[in-house]
C-alpha cells in the first residue's frame, strides 16, 4: 500500500492478535478507533501488504492499518487469474476518498484466484482486511521472498517508528 | 533531477493554455510514474467540452448517455480517483505532482494531502469569498467551485483540481446526479450547489497567487511542454478515452435493462 502512518498519536496502538480466526473479535469501529490489528502467522511488507502462506498458495491482502488510513474503499482493480505478480510492483489499485492507491506486491508468482467478491462489495477491505478482504492468492515463484518480509512485532515497530517519524 | 537550494524542493512549473485535457492527464499520468521531478501544471482552459469521469466511473451511472452520444461529447476515464466533471475553455486547471520526501510533513494518504492543498489555497485565496476545504470540495462559503482528485504511488503523489471559472448550463445537463453526494451539499440543486469562480477572483490573479503560494514551498523552474523529457513512455498508463462503442453497447444495456424493469 503505497501510505505512511498516522502521527505520533497512534504510534502505540497497534496490537497483535493470536490468528486470523480470533479477528472477527476485533471490531471494526470501536471507540478507540487508533487501535489497528496486526495477525500473527502473517508476513508485512513495508508498503502495508500482508501475505499468508499456507502450502503452495499464498494470499495477499493489505493490513489494517493501511485499510483505516484510505477511508472507505469504493473500488478495487486486481489482476486477472494467470498473470503474473512481481514483488515490490503495483499489481492494482484500491480507490478511496478521491483517490487511487497502488497496491503493491510483496511476493512474485502466479495469480492463482482473485477474490471477486470485491467488485461488488470493496468495503470488506475495510471491514475484514485480514479474511474476507483477502485481494489475491498467489503461487510463489521464490518463496525465499517471504523471508525478507517482516513478522508481525517488527511491523508493529516499522509502524511505530514511522508514527514518531512524522 | 531534484535540486534543494536552501532547503527547498525544485518544482517544475508547466503553464499551458487551452491543451486538450486527455493530452493533460496523460501527461500527467506519465510525469507521476515515470518522473522523479516535482511539477505544477496549470491548464488556462481546455479546447472542447470533455467529461472526465473518475478511475471507477460507470458511464450508464454518472453520463446522460442519449445526449452525449447524440453531440458527440468526449468521455475520458482519468488515473485519479474523484467525480465527474464537464470541462471547457472556462476550466481551469491546477495539478501537483510531488516525491513525498520533498514534502516529509505531508502524509501521503488522501485526507493528510487534501489537507495540505487546502492550505495551500487558502493562501492563494487569502479570505476572499470565504474560501475552504469543505468535505475534499474548495468552496466560498456552501457553494463549491473546485474538484479535487488525486493518486498515489509508492513514492510520489499528484493532488489535481478542476476550477470552475464559469459554466455553462447546457454542459452541466450532460451530467446525472451522481448518487455519492458530499453532506453540505443538502439536497440543493446544481444551480444552488455551485458556483462561478470568475464571479470572486480575476483569473490572472487567481493564476499569478497560485504560482507565487507554490513558490512558498517550492523553487519554482519554468518549462515548456517541448522542453519535457519524454523519452520514457515504459509505465503504467490507465487514463483513456472511451469509445463511442463503448458508449453506445452501455447505453444499449441501460436501455434494455430499463425495459425488463418496466416489464417486470
Given at each position: 500500500m503505497a501510505?505512511?502512518?498516522?502521527?505520533?498519536?497512534?504510534?502505540?496502538?497497534?496490537?497483535?492478535s493470536?490468528?486470523?480466526?480470533?479477528?472477527?473479535?476485533?471490531?471494526?469501529?470501536?471507540?478507540?478507533?487508533?487501535?489497528?490489528?496486526?495477525?500473527?502467522?502473517?508476513?508485512?511488507?513495508?508498503?502495508?501488504?500482508?501475505?499468508?502462506?499456507?502450502?503452495s498458495?499464498?494470499?495477499?491482502?493489505?493490513?489494517?492499518?493501511?485499510?483505516?488510513?484510505?477511508?472507505?474503499?469504493?473500488?478495487?482493480?486486481?489482476?486477472?487469474?494467470?498473470?503474473?505478480?512481481?514483488?515490490?510492483?503495483?499489481?492494482?489499485?484500491?480507490?478511496?476518498?478521491?483517490?487511487?492507491?497502488?497496491?503493491?506486491?510483496?511476493?512474485?508468482?502466479?495469480?492463482?484466484?482473485?477474490?471477486?467478491?470485491?467488485?461488488?462489495?470493496?468495503?470488506?477491505?475495510?471491514?475484514?482486511?485480514?479474511?474476507?478482504?483477502?485481494?489475491?492468492?498467489?503461487?510463489p515463484?521464490?518463496?525465499?521472498?517471504?523471508?525478507?518480509?517482516?513478522?508481525?512485532?517488527?511491523?508493529?515497530?516499522?509502524?511505530?517508528?514511522?508514527?514518531?517519524?512524522? | 533531477?531534484?535540486?534543494?537550494?536552501?532547503?527547498?524542493p525544485?518544482?517544475?512549473?508547466?503553464?499551458?493554455?487551452?491543451?486538450?485535457?486527455l493530452?493533460?492527464?496523460?501527461?500527467?499520468?506519465?510525469?507521476?510514474?515515470?518522473?522523479?521531478?516535482?511539477?505544477?501544471?496549470?491548464?488556462?482552459?481546455?479546447?472542447?467540452?470533455?467529461?472526465?469521469?473518475?478511475?471507477?466511473?460507470?458511464?450508464?451511472?454518472?453520463?446522460?448517455?442519449?445526449?452525449?452520444?447524440?453531440?458527440?461529447?468526449?468521455?475520458?476515464?482519468?488515473?485519479?480517483?474523484?467525480?465527474?466533471?464537464?470541462?471547457?475553455?472556462?476550466?481551469?486547471?491546477?495539478?501537483?505532482?510531488?516525491?513525498?520526501?520533498d514534502?516529509?510533513?505531508?502524509?501521503?494518504?488522501?485526507?493528510?494531502?487534501?489537507?495540505?492543498?487546502?492550505?495551500?489555497?487558502?493562501?492563494?485565496?487569502?479570505?476572499?469569498?470565504?474560501?475552504?476545504?469543505?468535505?475534499?470540495?474548495?468552496?466560498?462559503?456552501?457553494?463549491?467551485?473546485?474538484?479535487?482528485?488525486?493518486?498515489?504511488?509508492?513514492?510520489?503523489?499528484?493532488?489535481?483540481?478542476?476550477?470552475?471559472?464559469?459554466?455553462?448550463?447546457?454542459?452541466?445537463?450532460?451530467?446525472?446526479?451522481?448518487?455519492?453526494?458530499p453532506?453540505?451539499?443538502?439536497?440543493?440543486?446544481?444551480?444552488?450547489?455551485?458556483?462561478?469562480?470568475?464571479?470572486?477572483?480575476?483569473?490572472?490573479?487567481?493564476?499569478?497567487?497560485?504560482?507565487?503560494?507554490?513558490?512558498?514551498?517550492?523553487?519554482?523552474?519554468?518549462l515548456?511542454?517541448?522542453?519535457?523529457?519524454?523519452?520514457?513512455?515504459?509505465?503504467?498508463?490507465?487514463?483513456?478515452?472511451?469509445?463511442?462503442?463503448?458508449?453506445?453497447?452501455?447505453?444499449?444495456?441501460?436501455?434494455?435493462?430499463?425495459?425488463?424493469?418496466?416489464?417486470?
Amino acid at each position: 500500500m503505497a501510505l505512511r502512518m498516522w502521527a505520533s498519536s497512534t504510534a502505540n496502538a497497534l496490537k497483535l492478535s493470536s490468528s486470523a480466526s480470533k479477528s472477527h473479535l476485533l471490531p471494526p469501529f470501536s471507540i478507540s478507533r487508533c487501535f489497528s490489528s496486526v495477525l500473527e502467522g502473517f508476513k508485512y511488507a513495508n508498503s502495508h501488504e500482508w501475505v499468508k502462506h499456507e502450502g503452495s498458495v499464498a494470499t495477499i491482502g493489505i493490513s489494517d492499518h493501511a485499510q483505516d488510513h484510505l477511508g472507505e474503499v469504493v473500488f478495487v482493480e486486481l489482476p486477472e487469474e494467470k498473470s503474473s505478480v512481481t514483488k515490490a510492483n503495483n499489481f492494482g489499485a484500491v480507490e478511496s476518498v478521491k483517490a487511487t492507491s497502488e497496491i503493491i506486491s510483496p511476493i512474485s508468482g502466479e495469480v492463482i484466484e482473485v477474490n471477486t467478491k470485491l467488485a461488488d462489495s470493496p468495503g470488506l477491505i475495510n471491514s475484514s482486511p485480514y479474511e474476507d478482504g483477502w485481494m489475491i492468492k498467489v503461487k510463489p515463484s521464490n518463496p525465499a521472498e517471504l523471508e525478507s518480509l517482516m513478522g508481525p512485532k517488527e511491523y508493529t515497530k516499522f509502524c511505530e517508528e514511522e508514527d514518531a517519524a512524522h | 533531477m531534484r535540486v534543494k537550494n536552501v532547503g527547498v524542493p525544485l518544482m517544475n512549473l508547466v503553464k499551458l493554455r487551452g491543451t486538450p485535457i486527455l493530452q493533460q492527464l496523460l501527461l500527467e499520468e506519465r510525469l507521476l510514474r515515470s518522473s522523479s521531478a516535482n511539477w505544477c501544471i496549470l491548464n488556462d482552459g481546455t479546447n472542447l467540452p470533455t467529461i472526465v469521469m473518475g478511475f471507477s466511473g460507470k458511464p450508464c451511472e454518472l453520463v446522460e448517455l442519449q445526449p452525449v452520444l447524440r453531440d458527440r461529447i468526449p468521455v475520458i476515464k482519468r488515473f485519479t480517483g474523484g467525480g465527474t466533471v464537464i470541462v471547457d475553455e472556462n476550466t481551469l486547471f491546477v495539478s501537483l505532482i510531488c516525491n513525498r520526501n520533498d514534502l516529509p510533513d505531508v502524509l501521503p494518504y488522501p485526507p493528510s494531502l487534501m489537507a495540505w492543498s487546502g492550505s495551500l489555497y487558502s493562501q492563494v485565496f487569502n479570505g476572499i469569498g470565504d474560501f475552504q476545504l469543505r468535505e475534499n470540495d474548495y468552496v466560498f462559503g456552501d457553494r463549491k467551485f473546485g474538484g479535487n482528485a488525486q493518486s498515489i504511488t509508492r513514492n510520489r503523489w499528484i493532488h489535481h483540481t478542476s476550477f470552475l471559472w464559469d459554466y455553462s448550463e447546457t454542459n452541466m445537463s450532460y451530467l446525472k446526479l451522481p448518487s455519492k453526494v458530499p453532506q453540505y451539499r443538502l439536497g440543493r440543486d446544481h444551480t444552488d450547489f455551485v458556483c462561478r469562480m470568475k464571479d470572486y477572483i480575476e483569473r490572472s490573479v487567481f493564476i499569478e497567487n497560485t504560482i507565487k503560494a507554490v513558490g512558498t514551498q517550492f523553487m519554482l523552474k519554468e518549462l515548456s511542454l517541448d522542453e519535457i523529457d519524454d523519452s520514457c513512455r515504459e509505465h503504467l498508463e490507465t487514463t483513456r478515452l472511451l469509445t463511442l462503442d463503448e458508449l453506445k453497447e452501455t447505453l444499449a444495456k441501460t436501455s434494455r435493462s430499463e425495459s425488463i424493469a418496466q416489464a417486470v
